[in-house]
C-alpha cells in the first residue's frame, strides 16, 4: 500500500473525472491521500473532498504565492479549522522567490505566523521551497519549528539543505521530477536520505512523473516515483511500499 502525500485533487484540471482519478489510485494500491489546500479558495474544497472520502485528508494552510492576499481573518479561519477531524497539517507554507507575485517581506511575514500557528495547535507544517532555500531553513530555525516537524514538499535542494532540515525534525519528500533522467541531484539527495524520514507524493495535477511529463497528473503515478525511490534504494517496492506508509502515518497521524 502506498500514500500520496500531497496532491491537489480538488483542482480544476480533475472537475470532468475527479471520481474516476481516485478509483484508479484505489485500484493501483494508493491507501491514502493528504490534499492541500492552500488559499482561501482551495481550502473549503479541499475539505469537502476529505469529508466525502474516509482515505482522503485535508492541510490547510496560505502558500507563499498568495501571501498578499492572506488577511488577520484568514489567519483565523484556518486555526479554527485545525480541529477538524480531517486536517492533519500546516500546508502549503513557505517562500517562492520563483514566481514573486507577493513581496519577500510579505511572504516571510505570512510564513512566520503560520509556523507559530502550528506550533501552538500542534500540528506539522508542509514546506512549499522554490529558490528560496537559505531564508526558508533560516526562518524554520528562527520559528523553532523542530517542535512540530513537517515535511519540504517536492523536495529539489542539495543534500546540505536536505541535511539541516532534517536535524530540524523534518521528513524528505519526493515526487514526479525524481523520476527524469536528467534528474541527478535529486536522485543523489534521496539516496541519502534515512528511509525513516522518506516520503513521496505527487503534487497531482502537476509535475507527472516519466513517461507522463508534461501531462495531467494523478493520484495513481505515486507508484511510479515509489519505483524509481526503490530502484534507488536498492529495495523492493513492497519494502519502499512500507517504510514511506508508516512514516506517513507517523507525521500526519492518519488512521
Not at 204 to 233: C, F, M, Q, W
Amino acid at each position: 500500500m502506498l500514500i500520496d502525500t500531497h496532491a491537489h485533487l480538488n483542482a480544476a484540471a480533475f472537475d470532468e473525472d475527479r471520481h474516476d482519478v481516485i478509483r484508479r489510485a484505489v485500484e493501483q494500491g494508493i491507501s491514502r491521500i493528504v490534499n492541500v489546500g492552500f488559499n482561501r479558495e482551495t481550502i473549503p474544497s479541499s475539505l469537502a473532498l476529505a469529508e466525502q472520502y474516509d482515505f482522503i485528508y485535508s492541510t490547510v494552510g496560505w502558500h507563499p504565492t498568495d501571501a498578499k492576499d492572506m488577511t488577520q481573518e484568514d489567519l483565523e479561519w484556518i486555526e479554527s479549522l485545525c480541529s477538524h477531524k480531517k486536517v492533519v497539517a500546516i500546508g502549503e507554507i513557505g517562500l517562492d522567490y520563483y514566481w514573486d507575485t507577493s513581496p519577500k517581506e510579505v511572504q516571510d511575514r505570512v510564513f512566520r505566523e503560520q509556523i507559530r500557528l502550528a506550533r501552538k495547535m500542534g500540528l506539522p507544517i508542509v514546506i512549499h521551497n522554490r529558490d528560496a532555500h537559505h531564508d526558508v531553513v533560516k526562518t524554520l530555525r528562527e520559528e523553532k519549528a523542530h517542535e512540530v516537524g513537517g515535511v519540504m514538499h517536492c523536495y529539489s535542494g542539495s543534500w546540505e539543505t536536505a541535511r539541516m532540515c532534517l536535524d530540524m525534525n523534518f521528513y524528505i519528500s519526493f515526487g514526479g521530477p525524481v523520476t527524469f533522467k536528467n534528474a541527478k541531484q535529486p536522485k543523489e539527495v534521496l539516496a541519502q536520505v534515512p528511509l525513516d524520514r522518506l516520503l513521496i507524493e505527487t503534487d497531482a495535477p502537476y509535475l507527472a512523473p516519466h513517461p507522463y511529463r508534461g501531462k495531467r497528473n494523478e493520484t495513481s503515478y505515486v507508484r511510479l516515483v515509489a519505483e524509481t525511490a526503490a530502484e534507488i534504494k536498492g529495495l523492493s517496492l513492497e519494502e519502499l511500499a512500507e517504510a514511506t506508509t508508516r512514516n506517513a502515518i507517523k507525521l500526519f497521524g492518519l488512521t
